[in-house]
């Protein structure tokens, strides 16, 4: 059981950061909440990537150090990834920050009861 | 694993799940941030130097700059409680999640060894053996990343082009006046 888990606990560390962020999401009222939730899933996501990549004992994809190297392709991958995380993020918060001034509440809600009134 | 390796897991989880239970958003930021920089460190110590680089910088960096504007433009709910309640159907649903996710855990190949899936593919091969000749750069991360699949790129900037639109269009232009 033991052999079978230790190298591959970098998963198990994914797919409770996949937890954390799923319970942020659906859990905490506060939408800045929410999003950083959202921030928390997407690392664990590129933890599963670069995890994969991952050699004992190899170098960086760089090709001045010595042989063998780790795989550059997941890296190029989660690269592109996170500045399209952060393009997202910034749109949210816009998006949060409109809320704010019409509705002047950033609990989900509240927000839905004061929606629903309307 | 080693022991530095266990250290920065234990500090990436503890602050993953302090940014989950903070009530105060601040602190919540705060939190995100420090795990941000232990993520960060992750990476280079999974020879992943440049993803390392990127997470710092804009992980930990941009991203708590624009928690932190949202912030101060809007709210900081304050209270008497540190701890946020329990949610108890959102802890339902993740840890189910959780659970679903763990019963494939016997199937993915070992982390770090030899013989797994991307470091035995031929992609690997193809790009850590020819990315000098045909890009004539020696990280083969920046290789890839602008020249073999450099549409791919060129995709993530319209994105972040229209990630900029998006927001200007959500503000019209009053918080600029």
Known sequence: MIDAFAPRYLYLVTFLLLGIGTYMMIGN????????????????IFLFFIAAAYVEGASPAVL?????????????LILTAIVVGVSLTAVALGLIVRIYADYGTLDADVLWEVRHDD | MSTLEFALVAFVLATGLATAVLRDVLGSIIAFAAYS??????WVVLQAPDVGLTEAAVGAGVTTVLFLLTIAKTVRPSGERTLERLDLPALGVAVALVAVLATTLGALPPVGGAETPVATSEVTSYYLENA?????????????????????????AVVVYAAGVGVLVVFQREVFA
Do not use: C, W
Request: aromatic share 6%; net charge neutral; glycine share 10%.
């Open chain 1, 29 to 44: 009222r506060n939408l800045v909440k929410k999003v950083i939730g959202m921030n928390l899933f997407q690392t664990g």
């Open chain 1, 64 to 76: 001045t150090r010595e042989a063998p190297h780790v795989s550059p392709l997941p890296h190029v």
């Open chain 2, 37 to 42: 920089l232990g993520i960060a460190v992750v």
């Open chain 2, 132 to 156: 000098y000749h045909e890009a004539g750069v020696e990280n083969v991360v920046t290789a890839v990343l602008a020249a073999y699949r450099g549409f791919d790129t060129l995709g993530e």
